[in-house]
């Protein structure tokens, strides 16, 4: 599904504050795959996941998504095959709009112009069963602004949207960082269901080592923008938490 052949990136070439981000990575990620990324700050987890998105050009190499190359696409030419859920809460949602609002933008983020953008009962209540298999009660609170939800309910209605339009791709950068742990719980849990159900190929970054242990088939480590470690799902499942621990010494 991805194929990410030899990419580099450098920040600030040739002056006093370069920085080698990312330094040749080839990464094929299969359909299915639900990749877990961690690594100390500073490793390039999010530069190389900016250049998935495209939000990020990579200085050299390419990238392949579901047979085609995007190396040169910006992000919003990407958003076909692309969904992406930030750290911040904030980020991905209109706050002043309603929670209904949100999910009908979200639903024709990826199609042509022209189309209607009516909210009639059939989407209502589409969406309202979507909401309701989160179990926090949002189902009937449509109407209210997306801004007056909490951090963790927001980033469940995030990772819900961001499966509105058939997406192949879920990027995953901290979701859960600003979350406390039974909202990280309820977000991580909806994204393993959503990524299972909609069998969408999926990378997690994340510094919560419990997570990176229980979620995903597949774990790499990062450092100094490089792969120093790749586990495939069996060798995932035979690692203990404590070997993760260890990998940072
Ligand atoms: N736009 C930019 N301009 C200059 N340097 C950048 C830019 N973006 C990232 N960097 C640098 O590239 C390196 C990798 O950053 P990146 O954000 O990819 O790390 P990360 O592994 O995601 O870290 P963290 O765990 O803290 O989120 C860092 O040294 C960072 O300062
Ligand atoms: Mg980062």
Redesign the pocket.
């Known amino acids: 599904m991805i194929n990410i052949n030899n990419i580099h990136k450098v920040?600030?070439p040739g002056k006093a504050n370069q920085?080698n981000?990312v330094n040749g990575i080839t990464l094929h990620i299969k359909n299915d795959e639900f990749l877990v990324i961690v690594?100390?700050?500073?490793?390039?987890?999010?530069?190389?996941l900016d250049m998935v998105a495209g939000s990020v050009l990579p200085g050299s190499g390419n990238i392949i998504i579901d047979g085609e190359d995007v190396t040169r696409l910006p992000d919003y030419r990407r958003s076909r095959w692309v969904a992406r859920v930030f750290q911040n809460p904030m980020s991905g949602t209109a706050s002043d709009l309603s929670i209904i609002d949100n999910f009908r933008l979200a639903s024709i983020r990826t199609r042509k112009k022209g189309l209607s953008i009516g909210i009639n009962d059939t989407f209502k209540n589409q969406v309202k069963e979507k909401i309701s298999t989160l179990g926090l009660g949002l189902e009937n609170k449509i109407d209210q602004p997306m801004g007056t939800l909490s951090g963790g309910q927001r980033q469940a209605l995030t990772l819900l949207m961001s499966v509105m339009d058939s997406c192949k791709v879920l990027l995953l950068d901290?979701p859960t960082a600003a979350l406390d742990p039974r909202s990280s719980d309820i977000v991580m849990r909806t994204a393993e269901e959503l990524i299972r159900d909609y069998r969408l190929t999926s990378i997690l970054?994340t510094?919560n080592l419990k997570d990176a242990y229980n979620y995903g088939n597949r774990i790499i480590l990062?450092g100094e923008?490089q792969i120093l470690k790749d586990l495939n799902a069996g060798q995932k499942s035979a690692l203990k938490q404590n070997d993760l621990f260890d990998w940072f010494g």
């Open positions: 920040f600030n920085v981000a690594g100390a700050n500073g490793s390039g987890k999010t530069t190389l901290e970054i510094h990062m923008g």
